[in-house]
């Protein structure tokens, strides 16, 4: 069973943080690289971070220094932790395998505003 579950995201003011997590089924999850993506209003769904399944990390210009992608293997769950959130970060926030599978789960929405 292909399962995608995306969860952590709300309502955050400029600077703040959040932390998503994205639970997988084993075969999507198992020995691949996880990525998160995000589609905000309007745009296309890119690439945020990706992390390989030894724990190799790889970020968008744009997250650089702020977003940290993490995995636990055990858990089949990635997680993006996400700082000093800034409003053109609003989106909707997605897991998959990187490159992505056809699957996509729900998201998961990030709004940042005062």
């Known amino acids: 069973q292909v399962m995608l579950v995306e969860s952590g995201g709300g309502l955050v003011q400029p600077g703040g943080s959040l932390r998503l997590s994205c639970a997988a089924s084993?075969?999507?999850?198992?020995?691949?690289?996880m990525g998160w993506y995000r589609q905000a209003p309007g745009r296309q769904r890119v690439v945020v971070a990706h992390?390989?399944?030894?724990?190799?990390?790889n970020y968008a210009d744009s997250v650089k220094g702020r977003f940290t992608i993490s995995r636990d293997n055990r858990k089949n769950t990635v997680y993006l932790q996400m700082n000093s959130l800034k409003p053109e970060d609003t989106a909707v926030y997605y897991c998959n395998n990187a490159p992505p599978r056809a699957y996509w789960g729900q998201g998961s929405q990030v709004t940042v505003s005062s």
């Open positions: 084993g075969s999507i999850f198992s020995l691949n690289t």
């Open positions: 992390i390989t399944s030894a724990g190799s990390t």
